[in-house]
């Protein structure tokens, strides 16, 4: 028993309550956020530390042993304590009224989330809103913000995520700035001349672009830049052809998509947040009205909805 007292441990326990209710290691995995081989180590090491079979695995489903049937009544009172607790602990949490904290890169804070909040705020003038315009990954889990949009999945199995859709990424220029250097066909026809606009004090745009077929040199980028949206404005001044995503560029007028069928970078559109979204009322309300509002700009734009 003292055995037991000392490895038992509540993320096991949670896992396999979850795991019961779902009926898989993969729908619990889903439900809490987490992977599925977690959801597995978890419920083995439950029953490693018990000393029990929970479940038969009887080809890919999952059944209750007679132990299993026994201590899921115990875990679900345990979860039903925890609830109980959290609730008598922060139960300002249930409360819609306070601050929510978003992250996501500069462009998309400055050319994709004002619609958005404007029409959250209509909705729900009681959430304090902190908008974290970064193009550093946040650290969620430090409570460094509550949301963050990210183009790409978060790695670690802590984090809730949702993947909402695809966005891509494409290369831009102004009409006039094209009028002058002309509409290249091939990577070919963009001479030395042609100037493009970077992001941060590295090569990566360049490489990028010389891996699908460009020969560009460092001296085409002779204007960098830190910001997102910093860049696009100086694109749009004619400076130079710059990376955007889409979305950006169809609210632009005035600019033209330069070799379309060259450059397009497939980048998925995910909405993370950390547990807290479990407990908090007013987390939930904004995490699920930023995701239908963001899954929503992508139909409207045509965009693939994977």
């Not at 037991?4 to 898989?24: C, H, N, P, R, Y």
């Not at 009172?77 to 929510?100: C, F």
């Not at 705020?121 to 990210?150: F, M, T, W």
């Not at 330069?258 to 407990?279: A, G, Q």
Request: aromatic content about 6%; hydrophobic content about 40%.
């Amino acid at each position: 028993m003292d055995r037991i007292k000392k490895s038992f441990d509540w993320t096991q326990a949670q896992a396999f309550l979850v795991t019961a209710e779902t009926g898989s290691f993969s729908a619990a995995a889903e439900k809490l956020g987490l992977s599925q081989p977690t959801i597995g180590r978890h419920v083995n090491g439950l029953e490693e530390d018990l000393g029990v079979s929970l479940f038969d695995r009887v080809g890919k489903s999952l059944v209750l042993t007679e132990n299993g049937l026994g201590l899921l009544e115990h875990v679900k009172a345990m979860r039903e304590a925890a609830d109980h607790m959290i609730l008598a602990a922060t139960g300002h949490n249930q409360s819609i009224a306070g601050k929510v904290s978003i992250t996501a890169s500069d462009a998309f804070c400055s050319y994709n989330l004002p619609k958005i909040v404007s029409r959250l705020r209509k909705l729900h003038p009681e959430i304090e809103l902190e908008i974290i315009s970064s193009n550093e990954v946040q650290d969620l889990r430090c409570r460094e913000a509550d949301i963050a949009i990210r183009l790409g999945r978060p790695s670690h199995p802590d984090l809730i995520a949702k993947r909402l859709r695809s966005s891509s990424a494409h290369l831009y220029g102004t009409t006039q700035y094209l009028d002058r250097i002309g509409r290249p066909k091939t990577p070919d026809d963009i001479g030395p001349d042609v100037q493009f606009i970077g992001f941060e004090a590295t090569d990566r745009i360049r490489l990028i672009l010389n891996e699908m077929g460009f020969s560009l040199e460092p001296q085409q980028f002779m204007v960098i830049t830190n910001s997102g949206a910093a860049g696009w404005e100086m694109m749009k001044e004619g400076i130079g052809l710059a990376l955007m995503v889409r979305e950006v560029a169809d609210q632009t007028d005035g600019i033209e998509m330069v070799l379309p069928e060259i450059v397009n970078i497939e980048l998925p559109v995910w909405l993370v947040t950390h547990r807290e979204l479990h407990t908090s009322r007013r987390i939930r309300i904004v995490y699920d009205f930023i995701g239908e509002a963001i899954a929503s700009q992508g139909k409207s734009l045509n965009i693939d909805n994977r």
